[in-house]
């Protein structure tokens, strides 16, 4: 006969740790923990940890392209009186901004992807959250200044501000990825990268109803060059609002992100507390912000779990080790290597729609106020027709079609139609991969290093993008004679799609597969001996009527 199920669960959770109290073996406590996570039914709770995710993106996405909007304004603002192309900003300062957020990307991505292994998920997250709503406020508050340059500034804050950015998406990633069913992983992880959609169209909409707001002061001016004082001070204005309005979903997001839980995985294979584990994982479905346990029963506990914990335990000696295996590195190598084929084409147009909509002729005007107007429009036309129904359709078929097809085919058809595939396909799909073939005592710090990766090929599109497009043009240029190679360098970006779609390959599918089963982990485990405690007479082999069957890993388990 089964020992009986512990009291004190509930209709919203079940209690994973009373269930498995009379389970002896640490490793079959975990893997049973794990597989009651991995089989949850859909609810509330994967749905908050999807928002407060969420949100965290489209602060990020919000911030990183809201510098498509403002590039012109600050050339309007601080480069009105300059004796070439009055009014425009200089392609270098243009170029300095933009490459500014991802350089501090990079540092955020690795230093945060590798802290989030050492120190845990739990304690990292919101500090991101926070360095983005400073840098963000100060870069409202920023200005010129005879000793000081509004770039010089500005880079400054937007390095800090990519820090941040850079620190999120590990983070959100990972956590994202160790909460979720494994029915519908993609589905989540996709629809929190899917929020960046969300925040390139809130930043061109809000550039459009500042434009709005202001136009009894721009449209007097017939040129950007001859943008009279109301149309400068209101052009210094709406740049500031652009801006500031990022800090406020960041800031609705923080208290959320400070009280979410650890995740039982790290808590398990990094911390190695299979009590606290359990806890967590009851902390989560039932909205705490941390598991509960008894601390005498958890000191005892840890004693005697000490020795019989079959899974690595992390150090950087068996971080070299678990990577100097080729079937472990290529998957790194892949991931990394496909987001940064991916970053350079994307990111050296998306940071750049502003710019094309001018070679095509779409942002010119009568007057300052149509400029601005047609420029936030033509924004939102790309983000409308290619970005964000690309992004949900990801979330929509990732589960069912998998994550390696749908990357495949998005670098392949990407020669052809640009912006829906680079969202339905690899721009979502190099995020979801990352955070879930790799074991979790180092899942965190890999997605930081293939992030890292996309971000420098996105500052390498930034460095060349603006050369390239500009060479040969004259120095007295317009519209699109100041970009005369732009076709050229489409062509480039081509090339590194091929080059994305070879990486791919190295990467393994990983729909509808457990975390554990993706990184191996399940082979510490599977050979290790069940031990239950004696009880009173002889325990059957056969379950008793109505008892449940949980199959893990190659066994099943009767309870």
């Known amino acids: 006969m089964s020992p009986p199920h512990t009291h004190g669960g509930n209709g919203a959770f079940h209690n994973y740790e009373a269930d498995y109290a009379h389970i002896a073996d640490p490793n079959e406590r975990r893997r049973l923990a794990l597989a009651d996570i991995d089989s949850a039914p859909f609810g509330w709770y994967h749905v908050r940890a999807c928002v407060v995710a969420g949100v965290g993106f489209f602060t990020d996405a919000y911030d990183l392209f809201a510098i498509n909007m403002i590039s012109g304004m600050l050339g309007l603002v601080y480069w009105q009186t300059a004796e070439l192309n009055p009014g425009a900003i200089p392609s270098s300062s243009d170029t300095a901004l933009k490459v500014a957020t991802s350089s501090g990307t990079v540092i955020g991505q690795f230093a945060f992807g590798t802290l989030a292994d050492i120190v845990g998920r739990k304690k990292m997250y919101g500090i991101e959250l926070m360095i983005i709503i400073v840098a963000t406020m100060a870069q409202t508050l920023s200005s010129d200044s005879q000793s000081m340059s509004i770039v010089g500034v500005l880079i400054f804050w937007r390095v800090v501000m990519g820090v941040g950015i850079g620190g999120d998406c590990p983070l959100s990633s990972i956590i994202t990825s160790e909460f979720a069913t494994t029915k519908w992983r993609g589905a989540m992880m996709g629809s929190v990268f899917a929020m960046q959609g969300i925040g390139q169209l809130v930043a061109a909409l809000i550039a459009l109803i500042v434009t709005a707001g202001f136009k009894n002061s721009l449209i007097t001016s017939p040129k950007i060059g001859q ?85 690595p335990k992390a150090s950087f000696k068996d971080f070299k080790n678990y990577y100097s295996k080729w079937k472990n590195a290529k998957i790194l190598v892949g991931t990394a290597g496909s987001w940064f084929f991916l970053d350079i084409a994307f990111c050296g147009l998306d940071l750049n729609n502003s710019v094309i909509l001018t070679a095509i002729g779409y942002s010119g005007g009568s007057s300052v106020y149509k400029v601005l107007y047609n420029n936030a429009v033509g924004n939102l036309i790309i983000v409308c027709s290619g970005t964000v129904p690309g992004y949900w359709f990801t979330v929509a078929l ?137 009880t009173e007479g002889e325990r059957e082999n056969e379950p008793e009527e109505g008892g449940k069957e949980v199959t893990t890993g190659s066994r099943a388990v009767n309870i």
């Not at 912000?289 to 079959?310: F, K, M, N, P, Y």
């Open 227 to 311: 943008c009279d004082h109301a149309c400068v001070l209101a052009v210094d204005k709406m740049w500031r609002i652009i801006v500031g309005f990022g800090a406020v979903p960041g800031c609705i997001a923080l208290y959320y992100r400070l009280t979410i839980p650890e995740t039982p995985r790290y808590t398990f294979d990094v911390a190695r507390d299979m009590e606290h584990g359990t806890a967590d994982a009851r902390a989560y479905m039932s909205g705490q912000s941390q598991g509960q346990v008894d601390g005498l029963l958890h000191v005892q506990t840890l004693q005697q779990d000490a020795a019989r914990i079959e899974t």
């Open 398 to 534: 990732c589960d069912t079609v998998g994550r390696k097809p749908i990357q495949i085919m998005g670098f392949v058809v990407l020669t052809i139609l640009f912006t829906f595939f680079i969202q339905f396909g690899p721009n979502t799909t190099t995020f979801i991969a990352p955070g879930e073939c790799f074991p979790t005592r180092y899942r965190s710090t890999s997605h930081g290093i293939s992030a890292a990766a996309g971000k420098v090929g996105s500052i390498l599109a930034q460095a060349v993008f603006d050369p390239l497009r500009t060479h040969g043009a004259p120095k007295s240029c317009s519209g699109a004679a100041c970009s005369p190679w732009l076709n050229h360098v489409i062509q480039v970006f081509a090339l590194f799609m091929v080059l994305g779609l070879l990486t791919t390959f190295l990467i393994p599918e990983t729909a509808r597969r457990s975390l554990e089963e993706l990184s191996g982990e399940e082979e510490y485990v599977r050979a290790a001996p069940m031990s239950l405690p004696e």
